[in-house]
């Protein structure tokens, strides 16, 4: 009983020795795992910064890109009235030069016309020379 009592204490310290030793693995491990989820938190976090600023930075360029659709809107809506503008002039010139060529064709038309009598009158009087007398300072 006597080595029972002095082993008993030994036998129970190497039980304990060897949960000591499982609890540091345990704690080692526990260790190591929350470094690692440190590690992982502090990643997670800068990525998350990146992904913000990033976020904003495409919001910028969105409100940007926006305004400058509607300035380019604007613009279009300007130059489509300005268009319009132009072709329903271009079409009273059109009416008017049309208008113009008519009249300018009537008008040669009656100047051939009075060309064609001012040559008969002038043949007419010509031919009748002999009977008109004193009327010769006409012809010269």
Same mark, same amino acid.
């Given at each position: 009983?006597?080595?029972?009592?002095?082993?008993?204490?030994?036998?129970?310290?190497?039980?304990?020795?060897?949960?000591?030793?499982?609890?540091?693995?345990?704690?080692?491990?526990?260790? $190591?795992?929350?470094?690692?989820? *440190?590690? #992982? %938190?502090?990643?997670?976090? &800068? !990525?998350?910064?990146?992904?913000?600023?990033? /976020?904003?930075?495409?919001?910028?360029?969105?409100?940007?890109?926006?305004?400058?659709?509607?300035?380019?809107?604007?613009?279009?809506?300007?130059?489509?009235?300005?268009?319009?503008?132009?072709?329903?002039?271009?079409?009273?010139?059109?009416?008017?030069?049309?208008? $113009?060529?008519?009249?300018?064709? *009537?008008? #040669? %038309?009656?100047?051939?016309? &009075? !060309?064609?009598?001012?040559?008969?009158?002038? /043949?007419?009087?010509?031919?009748?020379?002999?009977?008109?007398?004193?009327?010769?300072?006409?012809?010269?």
């Amino acid at each position: 009983m006597k080595l029972y009592t002095k082993v008993r204490p030994l036998a129970a310290t190497g039980k304990e020795q060897k949960k000591m030793q499982k609890v540091q693995e345990k704690v080692t491990s526990l260790k $190591e795992g929350l470094v690692l989820e *440190e590690k #992982l %938190k502090l990643r997670l976090e &800068t !990525e998350k910064k990146q992904m913000a600023e990033e /976020k904003l930075q495409l919001q910028k360029q969105l409100e940007s890109s926006k305004s400058r659709r509607e300035e380019i809107t604007q613009k279009l809506e300007t130059l489509v009235d300005a268009k319009q503008h132009l072709e329903q002039s271009a079409n009273e010139v059109t009416a008017r030069l049309s208008g $113009e060529e008519y009249r300018a064709t *009537e008008f #040669l %038309k009656q100047k051939k016309k &009075t !060309e064609a009598e001012c040559e008969s009158l002038k /043949k007419n009087i010509t031919g009748d020379r002999g009977r008109c007398y004193g009327f010769d300072w006409m012809l010269e």
